[in-house]
């Protein structure tokens, strides 16, 4: 007896009874895509070796047989793993840019991707900035993504995973960036060495331990490091607030994103004023400080690292 999907014949079909599948098996999305039905769309076009964004065009064409064993089979593993779809195909999109990804790193989906694409501006100019420091790189996507829309500018990726940077890495020479961009191995600032940066920017893990035992299924394919910031998710930021001001050169900015750790953050210093930036395309939680105003409230982040 035909299987029910045997009716299945065309991509349109495809696509969306993965929608339906994903839908029904209750999937949870945000590594880049935020619905069933790019979901599926993404995942369909994988298996057919097509672009993405031809599916629409080509929705009534027939799928051979073969063809079709291929989409049935990476659906369900979509919904039988958990696994982000990004992890099946083996790459995503950033910042305009494509990434390969594997599990040693945390699939890129950071709001930073539009303060990238516009040179940081306002709060820089584009042409005064220099040398760029991406820290918690992971697979290099920030960094990556500075280095090629500012065709000027050097960029240091660092990360205490040796894994993370060899994915960094394969990054690094997709897009042809390796004269401009330099891997480090490095527990936060401790590899740095004395170099100066205009702008740092960073994703670091900033996850509570309450939050972190409430992550669907899909997020804990990602690697536990790239999260894990401690019990209020601060640990880690509130080195790199302590260290930032002796790695910035002067009217240096840095940047860093906090998610959902932006309120424990502001509560824990409600003297301190962040900047907290909006973003035309969605997200939140991404701070700026200037390096005088790292400088001034030293003593009090100082104090922050040792008390926690």
Do not use: K
């Amino acid at each position: 007896m035909p299987a029910e999907t045997d009716t299945l014949t065309t991509i349109q079909d495809l696509v969306r009874w993965g929608a339906s599948r994903f839908a029904a098996a209750g999937l949870f999305f945000g590594h880049g895509t935020d619905n069933a039905f790019d979901e599926a769309a993404w995942l369909v076009a994988e298996a057919l070796h097509m672009p993405v964004q031809r599916v629409a065009e080509y929705r009534d064409c027939r799928v051979t047989a073969s063809e079709h064993a291929a989409v049935m089979a990476l659906l369900e593993r979509r919904v039988v793993e958990r696994r982000p779809a990004a992890y099946l195909t083996g790459r995503t999109w950033f910042a305009g840019l494509e990434f390969v990804v594997d599990d040693s790193v945390m699939i890129p989906r950071s709001p930073l991707a539009e303060l990238i694409a516009d040179g940081f501006a306002p709060w820089l100019e584009p042409e005064r900035i220099g040398r760029v420091l991406d820290l918690c790189t992971g697979s290099g996507s920030l960094g990556i993504a500075v280095a090629a829309h500012l065709p000027d500018v050097d960029v240091d990726l660092a990360d205490i995973s040796p894994a993370a940077l060899r994915v960094a890495a394969r990054n690094r020479s997709l897009h042809g960036l390796e004269e401009r961009v330099r891997l480090l191995e490095s527990d936060l600032f401790a590899g740095i060495g004395e170099q100066g940066y205009d702008v740092i920017v960073s994703n670091p893990p900033y996850v509570s331990t309450a939050e972190m035992e409430l992550l669907p299924p899909e997020y804990r394919h990602e690697p536990r490091l790239a999260f894990a910031g401690g019990e209020t998710g601060l640990d880690l930021v509130l080195r790199i607030l302590r260290d930032a001001p002796d790695y910035l050169d002067d009217e240096g900015i840095l940047l860093v994103e906090v998610g959902n750790s932006a309120a424990a953050l502001q509560q824990r210093f409600p003297t301190v004023p962040f900047t907290w930036l909006e973003f035309e395309h969605g997200g939140e939680g991404v701070f700026l400080l200037r390096q005088q105003q790292l400088i001034e409230f030293h003593p009090r982040f100082s104090e922050a690292v040792v008390a926690s």
